[in-house]
Structure formats: C-alpha cells, structure tokens
C-alpha cells in the first residue's frame, strides 16, 4: 500500500490515477497515523513553499516526514514534495523547509536569457533528464525520454551526491535527487506518459 500525502497542495489525485493504472493499491491521508501504516510514501505537490510548510505542520505531517526518513520507508518527492525536502527555500523572500537533505531552493533568474532568446518562467512543458548515475527507480528508462515540468523554482543540494538527474533550461539544475530511502523528481513523472509510469512502478517496487 502506497501513502499519498494530503497536504492541502493538489496534484493528488493524478497520482493516484497512475497507481491505479499500474494497479497499485494507495490511500490518500492527512493523517500520520493512517499514513505510518503505508509501506512507502508519495509527496507530491504543486503551489508555494510557505503555504505548504504551514499545512504540514498544521497537521503534523513535517514530523511524520522526518521520521519515516530517518526510519528507511521509501519516500518519493515530487515537485513541490522535492523542493520542502531541501533546509530552506528563497521563495516568499525565505523559507524553512523540512531539512532532510541539506541544500536550498532557487529561482530561476529573471530575466532567464539562453543566447539571444528570452526563455519563459515558469518553465513548462517536456524536457529531457539527463541521468548522472544509476539507481534500481530509473532502471529501463532510455535517455531520450522527455517528462513534464512546470516549476519556477528548482531544487539545489549541498552536497552533488545527491544528485541523480539534471535538466538544462538557460542552465543546468538538478531535476533528480536520490540519497538512501528518499528519490525525488522536480518533474511530474503521473503526468509524463510512459516513462514516468515506469519510474512510478520502479518505486512501488523497490526496496532500499
């Protein structure tokens, strides 16, 4: 049984869409005790950093987060759910996130200039990943396959390590993060046709 985090910032149920197209068994919860009983975790999540901050404390979900973390459950990010993993975002001017991994998020420049053309913020739309080493969740992906994106902000760790995939949009930045039972996508692999159901069903399998 997967565990969807319902905190208040959307893209739920197209997640659960593509569990049940894989025929993966899920629960949506507020709820950490209704949550603890889940084998993983999905984090998802579209909006603000701040606003998603104070929905999960209101619910106690930023200490359900840290624990399953530090317990080994695998855990999945997704967009918003990778940016409030990193120590703290420069969105709202500043804002505390739930320091699992230790790195800070950042805005795209504005103006975001590639050459001579002006590049659009948000970015939005399909782009390639380019995966910088190997892990069992993108196992059987091929490297020309593009996933959707819509972010204004992106996800920038401390230490490379963690970096398992990156996106070039006017500049490189890291669109993948991986360390121990935690995997993380900036894109939406529920909206990125096949190879985002592949990566789903990777981690409803694996076992770190």
Not at 73 to 82: A, E, H, N, Q, V
Not at 83 to 104: F, H, K, N
């Amino acid at each position: 049984m997967i565990g969807i985090i319902d905190y208040e910032a959307g893209n739920l149920t197209s997640v659960a869409r593509a569990l049940n197209y894989l025929g993966i068994k899920w629960v949506i919860s507020s709820q950490p005790e209704i949550l603890k009983k889940c084998d993983r975790i999905i984090f998802p999540g579209v909006g603000a950093a701040k606003s998603a901050m104070l929905s999960l404390k209101k619910y106690g979900l930023d200490e359900f987060l840290r624990e399953i973390f530090h317990k080994g459950k695998p855990l999945l990010g997704i967009c918003l759910g990778t940016q409030v993993i990193m120590e703290e975002s420069e969105e709202d001017g500043g804002t505390l996130a739930l320091g699992l991994l230790p790195g800070r998020v950042r805005a795209f420049p504005k103006p975001l200039i590639w050459g001579q053309e002006r590049l659009k913020v948000p970015h939005m739309g399909w782009n390639r990943v380019e995966w910088i080493k190997e892990h069992p969740v993108i196992q059987g992906l091929s490297p020309d396959f593009e996933y959707y994106f819509v972010h204004s902000f992106y996800p920038e760790p401390k230490d490379p390590r963690f970096i398992l995939g990156t996106t070039f949009y006017g500049l490189n930045f890291p669109s993948a993060l991986a360390y121990e039972n935690l995997i993380a996508f900036q894109f939406h692999p529920e909206k990125s046709g096949a190879p985002g159901l592949k990566l789903i069903e990777n981690f409803a399998h694996w076992n770190p």
